[in-house]
Nanobody, 124 residues
Framework: HVQLVESGGGSVQAGGSLRLSCASS????????MGWFRQAPGKEREGVAA???????SYGDSVAGRVTISRDNGKNTLNLQIDNLKPEDTAIYYC??????????????????WGQGTQVTVSS
């Protein structure tokens, strides 16, 4: 069983930055798909960023150029740096991990393990 715990959310003004972190209870997810997804009220879950088994990152169209995903295998953590935050980035951000998928990691349906989410609120 994999436990994922997110941290780093909060309230910021537009144009600000946040760094989200996700701690995994196990280390054998570090060479599989891991990703960040978000869900705003009344909207479907959206892929923000993901990293595959060889460390290649992929980003959602709405955040491309403003976010950077990174994985620290030694610490079993997945990080997300979000810059130039916009009010439309307001959502609950979830970390996800999968034990089998290795590529094309920005697909939410492939993930079996999810964190509890961390709220990001951006004011204008």
């Amino acid at each position: 069983h994999v436990q994922l715990v997110e941290s780093g959310g909060g309230s910021v003004q537009a144009g600000g930055s946040l760094r989200l972190s996700c701690a995994s209870s196990v280390n054998y997810v570090t060479d599989r798909c891991m990703g960040w997804f978000r869900q705003a009220p009344g909207k479907e879950r959206e892929g923000v960023a993901a990293i595959d088994s060889v460390g290649t990152a992929s980003y959602g169209d709405s955040v491309a150029g403003r976010v950077t995903i990174s994985r620290d295998n030694g610490k079993n953590t997945l990080n997300l740096q979000i810059d130039n935050l916009k009010p439309e980035d307001t959502a609950i951000y979830y970390c996800a991990a999968d034990l089998t998928s290795m590529f094309e990691c920005l697909r939410p349906h492939i993930y079996n393990y999810w964190g509890q989410g961390t709220q990001v609120t951006v004011s204008s």
